[in-house]
């Protein structure tokens, strides 16, 4: 307990070690890092072409069948694919070469979104070959989302690492916001195929940029892990730990009320009956409230508690949830929406913040890749439940029904869980690798 008392305080009830004291910098700072700043600037790049993508996928289903079920099982075949190679992603990410398997995925994804181009441009897509590319495309991306995060730390100084995990959700929140606009802009002069066509060049980007960075080593565990194992080994890392575990959770949670919606935006659209260009605009607004968010993340974080921020996150994005589905107009549509990604880039980077600095670097990989758990069982799962709710009470309260639970379970959750104090842990960095879980064989090698 001396110990911890001196690298980091320890409230006397709880025993759950505190935030670190302020450092009244921003997270901005790590920009001047070259291969921080290459990696980031060719995800923004191809992100938002991805979120093209993503926006014109239901766009296109929803004209193929006319039904929000489709919509879900579109978002279950491409996330829910992805969460089943999460015991994959983690083996990749902690044994091989994170660019490496970077390399290899966004291919994948590249090559997906080729065969989506040519199978709408060719007038041959039918609904269920539209679910089968996703599912190709889903599984590529599950295998590397644990090598994207796990690979951030690599990129800046040991220091610096929370400051990059912020920065690095801001070129997602920025993607969000810029892929929607355009493929509002993009469906309305050029169709889907238009958006297909423009993600799957994007993803050139991506693959230049991580031959042109170099990252710094990082121990790796050696020895004949098998993926079963492997993944057991980081379930018990972070099941023993409360930090961890609890941010999986409150994540699946975000994830399966207020995210999933976004997947129904078509069926949005219909309500208010508007075009394709203000169907872009409905997912482009929470991506521009995300980056509103971003900013005051980055810049304001390190003065609140992560599990404030986390409760205060998540009543605010319920309230804006049941205020959608009592919107009168489409402009108040867009001004929820926009609340919305307020909220949620205020929760997932606190909550993304808290798995980064909690976990051991010769875990990092597994560990992250059941992080996604939360996001990628959650979204499917909540749109294709209440694509089904909204078919039988309504889509404007399915909205509400879905904000007043959100609000139900995080206070709950704060209730029963300390006010959620145990987001707030960290590990020092000098000392991280004298945790009795880790694997004993360790070597450093280049990425």
Known sequence: MSELRARGRITAASGVPEAPAVRRQNSFRV????????????????NTGTWMQTVAVPFVLFELTHSTVWLGVGALASLGTGLLMGPIAGLLADR?????????????????????????????????????????????GGLGIASWQALV???????????????NSLQFMGARAFGPALAGLVLEVFGPSGAFLINAISFLIVLVA???VRPRPVPRAQGQWRVLDHFREGL?????RE???????????????PSALLQLAPAIAKEFDVGQGAYGLIVALFGGGAIVGSVFVAMFADRFRRSALVIAGSISIGSAVVALGLAPSY?????????????YITISTALSTSIQARVDELQRGRVISLYPIGLQAGIPLGALLQG????????????????????????TLAATRNSLRAIDQTIELDTAHADPLLVPNVVVTPD
């Open 96 to 140: 091989f070469s994170r660019r490496l398997v970077l390399f290899m995925t966004q291919a994948g994804q590249m090559l997906a979104a080729f065969a989506l181009f040519a199978v709408w441009k060719s007038g041959l897509a039918t609904p269920g070959l539209i679910v089968g590319i996703l599912v190709v495309s889903g599984a590529a």
């Open 388 to 411: 089904k709710l909204a078919e039988l009470i309504g889509l404007r309260d399915t909205f509400i029904a879905a904000g007043v639970a959100l609000i139900a379970v995080i206070l």
């Open 243 to 257: 930090s961890l575990w609890l941010a999986v959770v409150v994540m699946f949670f975000i994830s399966f009320f």
């Open 236 to 240: 018990r890392y972070l099941l023993a």
């Open 331 to 343: 402009p108040v549509v867009l001004v929820c929406l926009g609340w919305m990604g307020i909220s």
């Open 31 to 46: 920009l001047r890092r070259r291969n921080f700043a290459l990696f980031w600037t060719a995800g923004l790049l191809s």
């Open 210 to 212: 991580l031959l042109a």
């Open 153 to 167: 730390p690599q990129l800046v100084e040991p220091d610096e690492l929370l400051d990059g995990v912020r920065i």
